[in-house]
């Protein structure tokens, strides 16, 4: 499994690893302790994983959390997305930088979103099922989400939403988010 820095996100990486093909399939390795070790991450401060299905169209974005935040590891087991992050640590070099990825079930690469960054995704295929491995428990509390459609991120999502949670159709833009941040 090969890891490589997400340069437009200080932080974040790119797990891509190397499945195995032949006539019944392929079999691939999609968490690797060493690897995730290599990059200076904690294997072990991985406490949760999650799994969304999504059907195409379907907009999941953008979230983080407040307080500490949350990292994690994000990837496609089933179909293909279009994934967005969004550095909003004012503390970082790469501070309201984006970077968009496709991942999808052919090459099941991970990708890792540090504490502090928006995320989210588009399901591009019919059915897409997205797996999270999550560093804390998930408090509602702390849930925290920005517009998808934010003139000012301007993201350049590939289909017209179909659907999406009435939370993330009603959330603030990042100005606003970024306002009450502040307070």
């Known amino acids: 499994m090969r890891a490589t ?8 990486y790119l797990f891509e690893p190397t499945p195995y093909a032949d006539e019944r399939g392929f079999f691939s390795r999609t968490f690797d302790a060493d690897a995730v070790r290599s990059v ?15 059907v195409r169209g379907v907009v999941r974005a953008l979230h983080l959390r407040s307080g500490a935040g949350e990292s994690k590891m ?6 293909r997305i ?13 501070y309201r930088n984006r970077a968009f990825f496709e991942l999808s079930d052919e090459t099941q690469a991970t990708l890792y979103i540090p504490a ?6 588009q399901a591009l ?23 998808f459609d934010d ?13 999406m949670s009435p939370r993330d159709r ?5 100005a606003e988010v970024l306002k009450q941040r502040e307070k």
Request: charged share 20%; net charge negative; hydrophobic share 35%.
């Open 40 to 54: 200076g991450l904690d294997p072990d401060a991985f406490v949760q994983d999650s799994l969304s299905r999504s």
């Open 151 to 163: 003139p000012e991120l301007a993201i350049p999502w590939p289909l017209p939403v179909t659907s």
């Open 5 to 12: 820095e997400v340069p437009a996100i200080a932080g974040a």
């Open 74 to 79: 994000v990837r496609c087991s089933y179909g």
């Open 170 to 174: 009603e959330a603030p833009s990042l």
């Open 116 to 121: 502090g960054c928006a995320h989210g995704f």
């Open 82 to 94: 279009f994934d967005v992050v969004v550095d909003l640590r004012a503390d970082s070099p790469t």
């Open 125 to 147: 295929t019919e059915t897409a099922d997205t797996s999270y491995r999550i560093d804390r428990p998930h408090d509602p509390a702390e849930d925290v989400t920005i517009a």
